[in-house]
């Protein structure tokens, strides 16, 4: 059990008193861990688009797209990064360099699909048809996207056997 486990196992079961089946303690673990990983991955990903934008207008180098490239580079290396920690301290997926390399593409696809697809699928949902704020849209994807991001990455990304 590492230190992360040792928390939540204390919150999980002295603080909050829950009473969980194994399988429904290391699944509500798992998630936990996943959503850590991606307020990380959040960070991670706006520092780098911060970084570029700085490097591209010090070199002045893509002034008229620098977005556009700091949003490239960051998706790539954030998922990356996500991959990275979801792989050792989340799946805990072990096995060969191609087994590795299927993972991270299918991590590739599960954060395009999530990120940008089924994003931009529900900000026009949550504006244009129901109305809400577009400040508050990203918000709400949020609650739809890192559950459907957790299972594409548990149940086929990271799937084990």
Known sequence: MDFIDKILHFFIYKVFRLKLSEGKYVAL????????????????????????????DKANFMVKYDYLLA??????????WSFYWNKKLVFKLEGDFKTTLLALVKTYISYSFTGLFLSSVLAVLWVEVLGISKVLAPILNLLISVPVNFLLNKFWAFKKG
Do not use: D, P, Q, R
């Not at 990903?45 to 934008?53: G, K, N, Q, R, T």
């Not at 949003?71 to 990356?80: A, Q, R």
């Open 29 to 56: 673990v798992e998630f936990v861990k996943f959503g850590i990983v991606g307020l990380s991955n959040t960070f991670i990903s706006y520092i780098i688009y911060l970084l570029v934008l700085f490097a591209c």
């Open 71 to 80: 949003t490239i580079i960051s998706f790539i290396l954030s998922v990356l």
